[in-house]
């Protein structure tokens, strides 16, 4: 520990001054202890079931949703057989939506914390406007696009009435309406993390830029871009990471139909309707652990732990 | 110049009737300007004078309100600044943070495709004696090194023209006079066109073949550094390069070698060829260090201007020289600088001294004279304060 380690260091003649220290990383232990227990109770506990639940095997002569703790990892390779394409399909969509929110967030971040940097009340506006969807519950705002989109809707009818669409088509229900309701709904978690790098940009670096050759679009590739990645990356994350497991949009209330189910929706169904709770735990092991191998490895390629 | 090589010399910067006006002020008013090629230009002034605007005009930075800015003979007034054959050693350096200082170096020559980037900015690196920090971030560097490194990446691209934006104003004294010193050598050697702005007159007369003094968006005066010392034609020129004693009075004679002027009783003699008006009330002065101190009153002679007797209010001893302050009835105070050739002052405070100068070292300024600023002394509080505070900071980054 790095307390340990400067104590020990200290002249030995002067004891009291070993003793600051030592009390002082009890005293941060003690203030830590709130959290750690909250989170070794809300978090490991949980995780812990989770595996163990994962590896159940169902009761002899048992009734539906009874199960027996056993090691049985077939379970894992069950669920992946019989989900695989929802597994896909939840990667699938959650990156195409985050590169949508990124194409959006982008623009939008660099103009409210650049372009606006000059009327400081407008960005203040501009950011609540960002954060504003929030003010009403999501699960409100999704009915809203479906009664939009639905088939009786408005953009249904004006498509229809252009001949966009046949009078069998639907928006509800496809791949494109899913993605779009995730990429709109995490628009805010991409754009504010980002604005908060390119804030804090310092212009002086674009003006080298172009001082030393560089056309506009070239500056931004090699100086702007490469500055404001840490923002970028914690909003793909935000993105990317909730929008995987996102159970909502793709549902068949909502935006989606059988056909566009993700993992969400597959967990759901076998927890609370087929209450086959070890395929259930193993597909949400198997989403956390792609998860963080995916994110690791972006982490580490994007390279943001050298950035400034 | 074309994309992807290097020009071979500096090129001529011509300003032709510039102004640049901002909401609320006016920060340059027409200014016409030549630098010729290979030359090492200074823009001398205090800040707010408009020296930094004219850079960013040049640089393309800024757009002027009016006027034409030609480079080399070809109008650059519309060019983006990526199309100008100009380089910035900014104030702030501007290193990229994200790159390493030999990819900063090389950011230009990538940018325009010439052959080589990284072995290029290895000799500019070189040039500024830096090549062990090639692979570190700017923010491992001290203020000197990373003030070198802005330099390498600007002439290793060997712009027509380079311009410096008091590149120097954050190292420390020291640091600073061998800066100038290596710029110099460097100008030498490239044989660039160097525009340099500063607000340091030592800076700039110790670097530049001609400076320029700007107040106020204007051009005072403009030419080799001595000249502007010796015989400065207006009363900020000769203020802000250096000190001077300056007198108002009234022409009483004039021949065609001098004029006489009358100040509160005493006799003052002008060379008519180093001054600018030569009937009337006229504003004259001279140069601390060309005044001699004398403990009893010199024989009057020809060529020679006495003024006293007056009293020593201060003395201040700063090693190569000592600085007398001398009260004189009628022309209040009138400093004095004096070498210490033998050990100590020569005149102590109280004591009573007359002042003589030769006349060929007095100069008349096209101020009228009651127009005489009163002078932002360099050693007000206000300035002490300032001056401190540079301090302070260079040695914190310096630590």
């Not at chain 2, 007369?205 to 030419?223: C, F, L, S, W």
């Amino acid at each position: 520990m790095a307390f340990g380690a400067f104590s020990s260091g200290a002249a030995p003649g002067v004891a009291t001054v070993q003793e600051g220290p030592r009390r002082k990383s009890r005293v941060a232990l003690f203030l830590l202890l709130p959290g750690i227990a909250y989170l070794a109770l809300f978090f490991l506990v949980p995780l812990i079931s989770l595996l163990l639940t994962s590896f159940m095997a169902p009761r002899e002569f048992g009734d539906i949703g009874q199960f027996d703790y056993a090691f049985r990892w077939e379970n894992y390779v069950k669920v992946v057989e019989t989900y695989l394409p929802h597994i896909l399909r939840s990667f699938g969509y959650a990156a195409i939506a985050t590169v949508l929110a990124l194409i959006i967030g982008y623009p939008l971040a660099y103009f409210i914390g650049v372009n606006l940097r000059r009327f400081p009340l407008v960005q203040a506006l501009a950011l609540v406007l960002v954060i504003a969807p929030f003010f009403i519950s999501f699960l409100l705002r999704t009915l809203a696009w479906k009664q939009i989109f639905a088939d009786e809707g408005p953009v249904v009818g004006a498509l229809n009435a252009l001949s966009l669409m046949g009078p069998g088509d639907h928006i509800t229900g496809t791949p494109a309406a899913v993605v779009f309701g995730l990429t709109y709904m995490f628009i805010p978690f991409m754009t504010l993390p980002i604005y908060t790098s390119l804030e804090r940009l310092d212009l002086r670096y674009v003006e080298a830029g172009g001082d030393l050759y560089a056309s506009p679009w070239t500056t931004f590739r090699t100086v702007t871009l490469p500055l404001s990645m840490p923002g970028v990356v914690s909003g793909t994350l935000l993105t990317f990471i909730p929008a995987s497991g996102d159970y909502i949009n793709a549902s068949r209330d909502f935006l989606g139909s059988t056909e566009t189910a993700m993992i969400g929706n597959v967990v759901e169904t076998n927890f609370l309707i087929l209450q086959n709770y070890p395929a259930a735990a193993a597909l949400s092991i198997i989403l956390m652990a792609t998860i963080l191998i995916l994110v690791g490895a972006y982490v580490r390629k994007s390279g943001t732990e050298d950035l400034v | 110049m074309s994309k992807n090589e290097f020009g071979t010399s500096g090129a001529d910067l011509e300003l032709r009737g510039v102004s640049k006006r901002f909401p609320g002020f006016t920060a340059i008013e027409e200014l016409d300007l030549t630098i010729p090629a290979g030359s090492f230009f200074a823009l001398l002034g205090p800040s707010g004078c408009g020296k930094t605007t004219t850079l960013r005009i040049v640089a393309g930075l800024e757009e002027p309100t009016t006027g034409r800015v030609l480079i080399g003979g070809k109008d650059v007034t519309d060019a983006k600044p990526f199309q100008r054959p100009v380089n910035t050693v900014f104030q702030s350096y501007a290193l990229f943070p994200h790159m390493t200082v030999i990819e900063n170096i090389a950011f230009g020559l990538r940018r325009r495709r010439i052959e080589d980037p990284l072995g290029k900015a290895r000799e500019a690196l070189r040039l500024v004696e830096l090549e062990n920090v090639a692979q570190r971030r700017p923010a491992q560097l001290s203020g000197g090194q990373q003030q070198r490194v802005a330099l390498a990446r600007a002439i290793v691209n060997r712009p027509a023209l380079l311009l410096l934006d008091e590149p120097l104003g954050a190292l420390d004294l020291k640091l600073r006079r061998q800066m100038q010193l290596e710029l110099k050598e460097i100008q030498a050697q490239v044989g660039l066109t160097f525009l340099h702005v500063t607000h340091d007159q030592e800076e700039a007369m110790t670097m530049a073949d001609t400076v320029a003094v700007m107040n106020k968006g204007r051009i005072e005066q403009m030419g080799a550094p001595e000249e502007l010392y010796e015989r400065p034609r207006t009363a900020f020129v000769a203020n802000f390069l250096g000190q001077s004693n300056l007198f108002g009075g009234k022409v009483v004679s004039s021949s065609d070698e001098s004029i006489v002027v009358d100040v509160h009783g005493y006799r003052v003699e002008v060379p008519r060829a180093r001054s600018q008006r030569h009937s009337g009330e006229v504003a004259v002065g001279v140069r601390p260090e060309k005044i001699e101190l004398h403990a009893n009153e010199p024989v009057p002679a020809s060529g020679i201007n006495i003024v006293g007797p007056g009293r020593v209010t201060d003395v201040s001893f700063s090693g190569v020289s000592t600085s007398y302050q001398v009260s004189l009835p009628g022309l209040g105070v009138v400093t004095v600088f004096a070498q210490n050739r033998s050990f100590g002052p020569v005149v102590h405070e109280g004591e009573q001294v007359w002042l003589s100068w030769h006349v060929e070292h007095g100069f008349g300024l096209e101020d009228e004279p009651e127009q005489l600023p009163k002078f932002a002394a360099d050693d007000d509080t206000q300035s002490i304060a300032a001056q401190r505070r540079r301090q302070l900071q260079t040695e914190l980054e310096g630590a």
